[in-house]
């Protein structure tokens, strides 16, 4: 099927393009951009009030394939991506089996290709089993598509094998990406400690935990020359760790997840411990909050990333220290940006749209995130202005713990095309 996209406004910061145009694609990839070009025999999308972007990346997610398909599966995890405004998930190992290998990669990229409508990059792991004590198959995963490794859920707490990783993994100009927590300091953590903790009385994990293993890595990173992403970072003193680093030309970039600057601590005594407040990292405090949107807004943050971690209802509804950690992020990660970051004057179109899409792309090495002449027709059409009201209930995820419930957000994705495909059309 051949488009033409007509009359949308353009955003594509990797061609500096913020103007009205016209984007035709023919047989799945971008032919041009232009002002006015005739439709001849392409099928005609008017986008007239839209916003039409290069495809948004999401890259870190959690699919529970193999292994725990009652959370989520290629198909719904893919559905609820497209929805959510997605055309690429890079998606995390720690699943069942772990993804150390190439058979385990191979069966994400095969199952991905037949049965996901987005497009599925695999993180490998960074050990075997993501147990922390050798590496796992790098070079052959490589060889298999995966874009990056990581232990995320684990940190990797033996400095020896981070210091290997980093090393190893230049070869072939991969990130580590980094999931920070001294689990000596922050273990039996349910919530951050502080304030609120000592309220409830819950046993909180440290802003240090996460800043410990943030320098320990930065120093590796800088006395290896490998390339560091710190996945989810929550914390003012880790944002400060990471200013200074890059300034001084260590190779790092870092993520932070929609909920880490919307919500803070306060969220688990309002919301009467609900379990839907419980990830890891935790929710911070409101200078930790606010240091999260100074550096969306300044560039020290690379890129949004949801941590999208579906879990089964029965064990999300156990008392809030026995609960899993983790919640939903794809169907909301973008209107929550839009509402609270682009409507609250604190980014620019360019500078949010390059946070799913440059950005990510450059960091996991991927041919995507413009609308250049040629690549693949991944686009992400928003609607600035679309009042959305979150209903769980009407997610595509498999499964339902998200803490927005009600919440009224403007801004919304509407439609979402993968690789010439209409994915997802929102559009009323
Ligand atoms: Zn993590
Ligand atoms: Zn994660």
Redesign the pocket.
């Given at each position: 099927m051949n488009w033409l996209l007509k009359g949308g406004r353009v955003v594509d910061p990797a061609a500096r393009l913020d103007a009205v145009r016209d984007v035709l694609v023919r047989d799945g990839k971008i032919v041009r951009v232009g002002e006015s070009i005739p439709a001849d025999n392409s099928r005609v999308l008017d986008l007239k009030g839209k916003v039409v972007a290069p495809g948004f990346i999401d890259m870190?997610v959690?699919l529970r394939e193999p292994g725990r398909e009652d959370e989520e599966t290629m198909e719904s995890g893919g559905a609820a991506a497209a929805a959510g405004g997605f055309t690429s998930i890079a998606v995390?190992p720690?699943t069942d089996p772990w993804n150390d290998s190439q058979s385990v990669t191979e069966y994400i990229v095969s199952q991905a290709r037949s049965r996901c409508p987005v497009n599925v990059y695999p993180i490998g792991c960074v050990s075997k089993q993501g147990k922390g004590e050798e590496l796992a198959e790098i070079g052959d995963m490589v060889k298999s598509g995966i874009v990056a490794i990581s232990d995320?859920?684990h940190p990797v707490a033996s400095a020896h094998l981070m210091r290997m990783a980093l090393e190893y993994t230049r070869i072939f100009g991969i990130p580590v990406i980094d999931?920070c927590e001294e689990r000596s300091l922050s273990c039996g953590g349910v919530m951050h400690e502080g304030f609120h903790s000592t309220l409830l009385g819950l046993k909180g994990a440290p802003a240090a935990s996460e800043e410990i293993l943030v320098a320990r890595d930065l120093i590796l990173a800088e006395m290896t020359g490998g390339r560091i992403h710190i996945?989810?970072l929550s914390t003012r003193r880790s944002l400060e760790k990471v200013r200074e680093a890059k300034a001084r030309g260590i190779a790092v970039t870092c993520e932070v997840t929609p909920h880490h600057f919307s919500l803070t601590d306060a969220a688990v005594a309002e919301s009467h411990y609900d379990t839907n407040t419980k990830m890891?990292p935790p929710l911070r405090e409101e200078s930790d909050r606010q240091a999260m949107l100074q550096g969306l807004a300044d560039g020290t943050v690379d890129a949004i990333a949801s941590?999208h971690?579906p879990h089964n209802r029965i064990e999300k509804e156990m008392e809030f220290d026995q609960a899993p950690f983790?919640i939903l992020g794809l169907e909301t990660s973008v209107s929550l940006a839009l509402d609270r970051l682009f409507h609250a004057g604190l980014l620019d179109l360019t500078r949010l749209v390059g946070l799913y899409t440059t950005s990510p792309a450059r960091i996991l090495g991927l041919e995507r995130g413009t609308l250049a002449a040629g690549v693949p027709a991944d686009i992400t059409v928003l609607d600035l202005e679309k009042s959305v009201s979150v209903d769980q209930g009407g997610f595509r995820s498999k499964s339902r713990n998200a803490p927005y419930q009600g919440w009224k957000l403007r801004g919304a994705p509407v439609l979402t095309m993968v690789g010439g495909r209409i994915a997802f059309d929102g559009r009323s």
């Open positions: 870190h959690h995390m720690n995320d859920g999931h996945a989810h890891n941590d971690a983790g």
